[in-house]
T-cell receptor, first 112, second 114 residues
């Protein structure tokens, strides 16, 4: 059974700081990972996808994948109160990657 | 919400009654998924479909059945609802092209079984 682990938090950072969210997974074969943001009472929203080792940047967000360490992270630069949400990490639950397994999420709180 | 609608958005039902939730997409995506989300458990896959009439079980499929007779519609049925099935249910879709299985979620259905 594949697993995706996240620290549930809450992670609290002041406005303008860098928020670092981490995720570990149990399978060395997994190729692709996803970060979702979920506001309270809303559905998950895809914010980053990463398919290869290294960093991927999109605006204030940077996803990092280290396959050897089975570790995925999401950095949010210049954190804003509007970034306050639960962040879900997801990886493939089968070989083909057609289904995902989600971590339980990390709650981020950005204070102004 | 990436052209995905779910109905109903809220439902209260009694234990033992059948319930059907509907997911409708306008994106013509091949893959469709049903998840439930509960405090302390996160998002868990119930069933998914990789084409018309093609479905597979997920992590928590007991007590649920699905059907997909058209590309755009994926139905989740609770044959005899139990209180443990009180949850928020999300539908998701994925294009499933190459190695890209990014999933996009619908708005959710809040189901309460009394």
């Amino acid at each position: 059974q594949k697993e995706v682990e996240q620290n549930s938090g809450p992670l609290s950072v002041p406005e303008g700081a860098i928020a670092s969210l981490n995720c570990t997974y149990s399978d060395r074969v997994s190729q692709s990972f996803f970060w979702y943001r979920q506001y309270s009472g809303k559905s998950p929203e895809l914010i980053m996808s990463i398919y290869s080792n290294g960093d991927k940047e999109d605006g204030r967000f940077t996803a990092q994948l280290n396959k050897a360490s089975q570790y995925v992270s999401l950095l949010i630069r210049d954190s804003q109160p509007s970034d306050s949400a639960t962040y879900l990490c997801a990886g493939p639950s089968n070989q083909a990657g057609t289904a995902l397994i989600f971590g339980k999420g990390t709650t981020l709180s950005v204070s102004s | 919400d990436a052209g995905i609608t779910q109905s109903p958005r809220h439902k209260v039902t009694e234990t033992g009654t059948p319930v059907t939730l509907r997911c409708h997409q306008t994106e013509n995506h091949r893959y469709m998924y049903w998840y439930r989300q509960d405090p302390g458990h996160g998002l868990r896959l119930i069933h998914y479909s990789y084409g018309v009439k093609d479905t597979d079980k997920g992590e928590v499929s007991d007590g649920y059945s699905v059907s997909r007779s058209k590309t755009e519609d994926f139905l989740l049925t609770l044959e005899s609802a139990t209180s443990s099935q009180t949850s928020v249910y999300f539908c998701a879709i994925s294009r499933g092209v190459g190695h890209s299985y990014e999933q996009y979620f619908g708005p959710g259905t809040r189901l309460t079984v009394t």
